[in-house]
């Protein structure tokens, strides 16, 4: 079926560490993108990326990085840089028609990050 | 910038009722608005799109409405079940914002049996 992973559904970091969410999507879309979303708000834009080799910053991508070197897949690495990283992460999908989102987004089921 | 309300932020109601969502946006200049729904834990699932140039969208219980020189959308349900209880998010999508979305917090529904 085609769809958008997400793993792991459970992350723990240690301060100071480094972690990676992964997010690969079959929906042959061009566009993807990582928000964070804290308990009772919505969704902030941390990255995204509309084409293969090219990804743009979001509302909130301070101590945040990411790559995009496949079309699949959009990987997200939590720097210790980032002061406050316990969150719910999603990750999203869509067509890019005209390198804007016009059309329907589909959402992976999240990532819930906790700084232990 | 682009603010989004929704309003109220918490609804309850028992099963059977008809109700309505709202959201609200400063910026008119947009391509569409969606409306989510997300479990707790979970992630978002697309309800309805509708495009700038749209009025309303249906799909079964569902009208969405859209009045775009007012800056408003109203997710009505119709009948509603215990199985509508979640959390109901929409989002914008700018035109002059290289096409982001901007997300309003939501609004959390329970529908009492």
């Known amino acids: 079926d085609g769809g958008i992973t997400q793993s792991p559904k459970y992350l723990f970091r240690k301060e100071g560490q480094n972690v990676t969410l992964s997010c690969e999507q079959n929906?042959?879309?061009?566009?993807m993108y990582w928000y964070r979303q804290d308990p009772g708000q919505g969704l902030r834009l941390i990255y995204y990326?509309?084409?293969?080799?090219?990804?743009q910053k979001g509302d909130i991508a301070e101590g945040y990085s990411v790559s995009r070197e496949k079309k699949e897949s959009f990987p997200l690495t939590v720097t210790s840089a980032q002061k406050n990283p316990t969150a719910f992460y999603l990750c999203?999908?869509?067509?890019?028609?005209?390198?804007?989102?016009?059309?329907?987004?589909?959402f992976g089921q999240g990532t819930r990050l906790t700084v232990v | 910038k682009q603010e989004v309300t929704q309003i109220p932020a918490a609804l309850s109601v028992p099963e059977g009722e008809n109700l309505v969502l709202n959201c609200s946006f400063t910026?008119?200049?947009?391509?569409?608005l969606q409306w989510f729904r997300q479990d707790p834990g979970k992630g978002l699932t697309s309800l309805l799109l509708?495009?700038?140039?749209?009025r309303e969208q249906t799909s079964g219980r569902l009208n969405a409405s859209l009045d775009k020189s007012s800056g408003r959308s109203t997710l009505y349900i119709a009948a509603s079940q215990p199985g509508d209880s979640a959390t109901y998010l929409c989002a914008v999508r700018r035109i002059t914002n290289a096409g982001k979305s901007t997300f309003g917090d939501g609004t959390t529904l329970t529908v009492k049996p």
């Open positions: 509708i495009q700038s140039s749209q």
């Open positions: 999203a999908s869509a067509p890019n028609k005209g390198g804007l989102m016009n059309t329907e987004a589909f």
């Open positions: 910026d008119s200049a947009i391509y569409n």
């Open positions: 990326s509309q084409i293969v080799n090219d990804f």
């Open positions: 929906l042959n879309h061009d566009a």
